[in-house]
C-alpha cells in the first residue's frame, strides 16, 4: 500500500491512478489521510463500494431493519425498487 500527499498525487496523477491498480493509495494532507484511491475490479464491485457509503442506501436498510424489529418487513419487490432508485450506477448511465 502506497502512501502519498495531495500535492504528488495532483502532481502525478495518472502514476497514482495506475499505482492503485495494485494496491489502495492512502492520500495524505498534512500527514493525516484524507482519502483512498483504488481501482474496483468490475461494476459490481464499484456499486458495492460506492452503495457501501451511500446515505440513502443506509437509511433504506435502517428503516428496514426498523419495520422488520416492529414485525413488520418491507415486501421484496419495495426493497429492491428503493435499491434500485439510489443506484449509483443508474445515475452514472444517465448522465452519459
Known sequence: ??????AEI???LN???RASAESPVIVTRNGKPVAVLISPPDDDELERLVLAYSTKFRS???KSKRQIEKGH???HDEFWTEVERASPRKKLQKSK
Do not use: H
Not at 500500500?1 to 495531495?6: L, N
Open 15 to 17: 502514476a497514482y491512478v
Open 73 to 75: 418487513g418491507i415486501p
Open 10 to 12: 495532483r502532481a502525478n
Open 1 to 6: 500500500m502506497r502512501t502519498a500527499s495531495v
Open 60 to 62: 433504506v436498510l435502517e
